[in-house]
T-cell receptor, first 115, second 112 residues
Framework: DAGVIQSPRHEVTEMGQEVTLRCKPISGHDYLFWYRQTMMRGLELLIYFNNNVPIDDSGMPEDRFSAKMPNASFSTLKIQPSEPRDSAVYFC?????????????FGDGTRLSIL | QKEVEQNSGPLSVPEGAIASLNCTYSDRGSQSFFWYRQYSGKSPELIMFIYSNGDKEDGRFTAQLNKASQYVSLLIRDSQPSDSATYLCAVNVGGGGNKLTFGTGTQLKVEL
């Protein structure tokens, strides 16, 4: 079975540009999580969805960040406008049940560099 | 105080030895505890989880949980060079929710 699929794998863009990261969760998984990982702050949860509905976005750093899940098989994380401090690896993960009950399966991540 | 704390390491152990990785958490209401392994440049992958006090064994890995002392540990027996990675502790902080809070990870190096 296919795992969590993220695109693009790498993104390099200039400050001020809009960035869109994409994620396809594992089929049948009803939870989707977006994380950001940096050396300084480690792995941080940005937002998660249950059955396509955003449940907790308290980790979203500011209004420049937004996330959507229009259907069960697709989610986007958008940064507009982007800033150099947004440079990080962004992971998407999905799970069958809540995080406390089942393992989260991670995608390969998007390595984002904002110049 | 961070919600989930780990020693960043690196922790160096010789091949064949037991590696012991520790994690402390601040929320007494936490119910679920996970260990993930992350190789450099790769995504985290689940090793095992534990919910109850005591030990849980899976092959060469043993997770230990002590809720009274608020720590969880991971033992790796017969350590191999392929075990060299960063190990992330994750806690379902608050107990009832669906979020995982990750520690910053401990880097393990298994030396030949």
């Amino acid at each position: 079975d296919a795992g969590v699929i993220q695109s693009p794998r790498h993104e390099v863009t200039e400050m001020g540009q809009e960035v869109t990261l994409r994620c396809k969760p594992i089929s049948g998984h009803d939870y989707l999580f977006w994380y950001r990982q940096t050396m300084m702050r480690g792995l941080e949860l940005l937002i998660y969805f249950n059955n396509n509905v955003p449940i907790d976005d308290s980790g979203m750093p500011e209004d420049r960040f937004s996330a959507k899940m229009p259907n069960a098989s697709f989610s986007t994380l958008k940064i507009q406008p982007s800033e150099p401090r947004d440079s990080a690896v962004y992971f998407c993960a999905s799970s069958l049940m809540g995080a406390g009950a089942q393992a989260q399966h991670f995608g390969d991540g998007t390595r984002l560099s904002i110049l | 105080q961070k919600e989930v704390e780990q020693n960043s390491g690196p922790l160096s152990v010789p091949e064949g030895a037991i590696a012991s990785l520790n994690c402390t958490y601040s929320d007494r209401g936490s119910q679920s505890f996970f260990w993930y392994r992350q190789y450099s440049g790769k995504s985290p992958e689940l090793i095992m989880f534990i919910y109850s006090n005591g030990d849980k064994e899976d092959g060469r890995f043993t997770a230990q949980l002590n809720k009274a002392s608020q720590y969880v540990s991971l033992l790796i027996r017969d350590s191999q060079p392929s075990d060299s990675a960063t190990y992330l502790c994750a806690v379902n902080v608050g107990g009832g929710g669906n979020k995982l809070t990750f520690g910053t990870g401990t880097q393990l190096k298994v030396e030949l």
